[in-house]
């Protein structure tokens, strides 16, 4: 079959943005990710109700641990797709989502760790609430309703997770420091190599757990090839030179030091 071949563009601009309002959330923002906050601590704080009304029982909590540990495990390749995909596929068509926001994020990898947390998570906030709810509502089975938060949790916060991995370690507060040097959290170690050519690897944002297996595996590659032959869409990784992906500005180590030598403009 012929493909008229196409290629996903972007304007995303080359300076940093000195506007400070742009990272302040809107009460907008705040509301939707307090919705989605509320949303997967009702799922967690129904569940813990459920069980403590229940016999002790060393399966029950054997199940408990499998769901929460599957659900943190989960949410890390998720938010590995969901990071692929935008960086990939989206064009400048949802400006309300952010998007050209998250993918500016290569040019300067520093800026959003001066987003406020319900400006970045806002999107992802709503989300968990439309799709969490109605498991909080009908559902009165402990184990699912652990799974759903954990997974729903890390999953909506998996931005926030890639946003400390841009802060120097120092700068952070000690209990994400101690999560991160646990290998609960990713850390900037671990993520630094998807700032760099060819730009497409280390796309997980909650631990990094799954990078190794997609990356090694081909996994993306292989959908990206299989789409491009049935829509002509080229994913930006294709791209030679990627001009939008170079940094601009330059990016700190997790002890405050330049990582990447970029030309600033």
């Not at 997770?161 to 120097?168: D, G, Y």
């Not at 030179?241 to 997790?254: A, C, G, K, N, V």
Request: aromatic share 10%; proline share 6%; with cysteine.
């Amino acid at each position: 079959m012929a493909h008229q071949q196409k290629n996903i563009s972007t304007t995303t601009s080359t300076k940093p943005i000195n506007d400070e309002n742009y990272y302040r959330a809107t009460w907008a923002h705040r509301a939707w990710f307090a919705t989605g906050c509320t949303a997967v601590l009702i799922s967690l704080a129904k569940s813990i109700l459920i069980i403590s009304k229940m016999p002790p029982a060393p399966k029950t909590c054997l199940h408990l641990t499998l769901a929460a540990a599957l659900g943190y495990l989960l949410s890390d390749l998720v938010s590995g797709i969901y990071h692929w995909a935008v960086d990939n596929y989206y064009g400048s068509a949802a400006p309300h989502l952010r998007i050209e926001s998250f993918r500016a994020h290569h040019q300067h990898p520093s800026e959003i760790t001066k987003c406020e947390t319900a400006g970045i998570l806002y999107t992802l906030a709503a989300v968990t609430a439309a799709a969490v709810t109605p498991v909080n509502v009908f559902s009165g089975d402990p184990v699912l309703l652990a799974f759903v938060g954990v997974f729903a949790g890390c999953s909506m916060f998996s931005i926030k997770f890639h946003a400390w991995a841009h802060v120097p370690r120092k700068r952070l507060p000690a209990v994400v420091a101690a999560l991160q040097d646990a290998g609960i959290l990713m850390r900037l170690s671990q993520h630094a190599p998807h700032h760099r050519p060819p730009y497409n690897s280390n796309y997980c944002t909650v631990s990094g757990i799954w990078n190794r297996v997609l990356d090694e595996t081909k996994v993306l590659a292989a959908v990206e090839a299989a789409l491009y032959r049935v829509t002509g869409v080229r994913p930006r990784s294709w791209s030679e030179p990627i001009s939008e992906w170079t940094p601009r500005t330059q990016m700190l180590d997790e002890t405050g030091q330049f990582l990447i030598n970029s030309k600033t403009k």
